[in-house]
């Protein structure tokens, strides 16, 4: 694993503040990107749980927000970012598509909200070292 995906994990399992799918998406990449947590906090608020009204997943628009904080804007790159975690959901980014998927096979939200964090911090943490916005170390 990736430092990017032990933060993801110490937001999902914080005891001590609530970082919704969005914030746990992009805060791992708010310091390599030269912004604080704080900031990264407050523009992510309200895309939790699919914009708060179960519309397109948290963790994937939590993602976007990362790849756009170090630039990242064309849509060929945003377009395989969307394929790419489409194809492993049959297809659906919305959160209530997902979570209906995901209760009719017989499992529980937060999992499943867990394992979409760490897929899309793994695409974004992917695409950023493809294109060398990443320093090796990290």
């Keep these: 694993?990736?430092?990017f995906h032990d933060k993801a994990?110490?937001?999902r399992n914080s005891r001590t503040k609530?970082?919704?799918?969005?914030?746990?998406?992009?805060v791992p990449f708010a310091e390599a990107?030269?912004?604080?947590e704080?900031?990264?906090m407050r523009f992510a608020a309200?895309?939790?749980?699919?914009?708060?009204?179960?519309?397109?997943?948290?963790a994937v628009t939590g993602g976007l927000m990362a790849l756009g904080l170090f630039g990242i804007d064309d849509p060929k790159t945003l377009g395989e970012f969307h394929r790419?975690?489409?194809?492993?959901h049959e297809g659906y980014l919305e959160c209530a598509d997902l979570l209906r998927i995901n209760a009719a096979a017989g499992?529980?939200?937060?999992?499943?909200?867990?394992?979409m964090v760490y897929e899309s911090v793994a695409l974004v943490e992917e695409i950023l070292r493809e294109k060398g916005l990443l320093p090796d170390a990290t």
């Design 84 to 88: 790419r975690i489409k194809e492993n």
């Design 107 to 115: 499992r529980e939200k937060k999992p499943h909200c867990d394992a």
């Design 9 to 11: 994990v110490a937001c």
């Design 46 to 58: 309200g895309f939790g749980g699919g914009m708060k009204r179960a519309s397109v997943c948290g």
């Design 18 to 26: 609530h970082y919704n799918c969005a914030q746990a998406a992009v």
């Design 1 to 3: 694993m990736s430092i």
């Design 38 to 40: 704080e900031t990264a």
């Design 33 to 36: 990107a030269g912004i604080d």
